[in-house]
C-alpha cells in the first residue's frame, strides 16, 4: 500500500477556497454541476463539472447582489459546455 497521496481534490478541511451556503447540484443538458458561492468574494462562484472527462470546471465573478439564480447558472453552464471540444474534453483552441 503506497503512502503518497493520491490524485484528486483536497479534502473541504484543508482547502483555502471556504464557501457560502449549501452548494446548488444542476444537471444541464446531460451534465451534473456542483455550483459554488464564495465566502471571501461575494458575487463569485465556481462551477465543478462534476460528470465531465476531468476535474474541471470554471470560475465566474460579477456583483454580489442580486445572487446569481438558477436561470442564469444554467445559461453560464451551456455557453461553458459551448466551448468545450469534444475530442480533448478541455476548452477549444
Do not use: C
Not at 25 to 35: E, N, P, Q, S
Amino acid at each position: 500500500m503506497s503512502t503518497e497521496p493520491e490524485p484528486g481534490l483536497a479534502p473541504e478541511h484543508l482547502r483555502t477556497i471556504r464557501y457560502q451556503g449549501d452548494p446548488v447540484m444542476l444537471t444541464v443538458d446531460g451534465h451534473d454541476f456542483r455550483v459554488r458561492a464564495r465566502a471571501e468574494k461575494p458575487g463569485t462562484y465556481d462551477f465543478d463539472w462534476l460528470t465531465g472527462p476531468h476535474e474541471y470546471g470554471f470560475t465566474l465573478s460579477g456583483p454580489a447582489d442580486p445572487a446569481m439564480g438558477r436561470p442564469e447558472m444554467e445559461r453560464n453552464i451551456r455557453d461553458f459546455l459551448a466551448e468545450i471540444d469534444p475530442a480533448t474534453g478541455y476548452l477549444a483552441e
